[in-house]
């Protein structure tokens, strides 16, 4: 056997869907009977077919963690020239943050949580337990690797696997913010803002608050093209790491409606806004 199907069962034993790469770290091509998704493609492909080739066609499609299938003669003559190992993310229930140079993993050091790295010719591969959409070019230098993908296996990596966050899966189900409409916050109930009443239990003085929460919604206010809902995310959960060692309670509900209504005033849809701000405000401190 070769070292690529060897890497391939270990994969497979594992759970983790696999198919071989030829060289340019690309899917080996349809057979005849499949080229030109002649067959109709694969049941699990966006557009479902019925097509059972038994050979390795409709690259991510194919991917299997069937021993009798990846060690199959069909498979066999492309593992005597395959140039690496691929798997399928979301079969395996993970999506791979793909950073493809240092610029993009500085950005992820900052913006995302810690999780399981593997390390690239150029960047990093960051591993998350949980499937969503994938996307390319989500930030400059970084694609997201789920469903209907597959990715490069580079080894085990370091660390451990963590929850995929909202500022991940907010990368692709982002929310195309446009100049709004007039009036598009019209349809919302006016929000309270936060004052002493609600937050009984808080150490900071008012001053800090506002002043603090008003540089958030500053910023979320200056994405006005895309950007606004992954901000609201940032903005809330500093917020509640500012009041992490409160007694409580701190008002927190209410500040997440200013941040709220910050991110709809600029075009997020409102139930995204709110799913995004309380991911955030929840991250490290109870809603008090």
């Not at 690529?4 to 069962?9: Q, S």
């Not at 057979?31 to 097509?51: E, F, I, L």
């Not at 990846?70 to 229930?93: D, F, K, N, Q």
């Not at 007694?247 to 409606?257: A, H, I, V």
């Amino acid at each position: 056997m070769s070292d690529h199907l060897n890497v391939a069962l270990g994969l497979a034993a594992k759970g983790v869907p696999v198919l071989p790469l030829r060289a340019g770290k690309v899917p080996f091509g349809n057979c005849p009977d499949c080229r030109d998704n002649a067959c109709g493609g694969r049941p699990n492909m966006k557009t479902a077919g019925t097509c059972a080739c038994p050979r390795p066609c409709h690259g991510w499609a194919a991917a299997s963690t069937a021993p009798a299938t990846l060690g199959s003669r069909e498979w066999a003559a492309t593992w005597r020239t395959a140039a690496a190992v691929a798997y399928h993310p979301a079969g395996a229930g993970l999506t791979v943050v793909d950073l493809d140079h240092a610029t993009a993993v500085a950005w992820a050091c900052t913006a995302l949580p810690s999780t399981r790295t593997v390390a690239t010719t150029r960047g990093e591969h960051w591993i998350y337990r949980g499937v969503m959409r994938s996307g390319n070019g989500v930030r400059p230098g970084v694609d997201i690797k789920s469903t209907m993908a597959y990715t490069r296996y580079l080894g085990p990596g370091a660390g451990t696997v963590t929850a995929l966050p909202d500022a991940v899966r907010s990368l692709v189900e982002r929310e195309e913010t446009t100049p709004p409409r007039q009036g598009v916050d019209s349809s919302s109930p006016a929000r309270a803002a936060w004052d002493r009443s609600v937050a009984t239990g808080c150490r900071h003085t008012t001053t800090f608050v506002r002043t603090g929460l008003q540089r958030g919604l500053d910023r979320i206010l200056a994405h006005r093209e895309s950007g606004a809902g992954s901000a609201a995310y940032g903005v809330a959960r500093f917020t509640a790491k500012q009041h992490a060692a409160c007694p409580g309670p701190c008002g927190l509900q209410r500040l997440g409606e200013e941040i709220v209504a910050a991110a709809v005033t600029v075009g997020v849809p409102e139930p995204y806004a709110r799913r995004a701000v309380a991911n955030g405000l929840s991250s490290t401190w109870r809603l008090a």
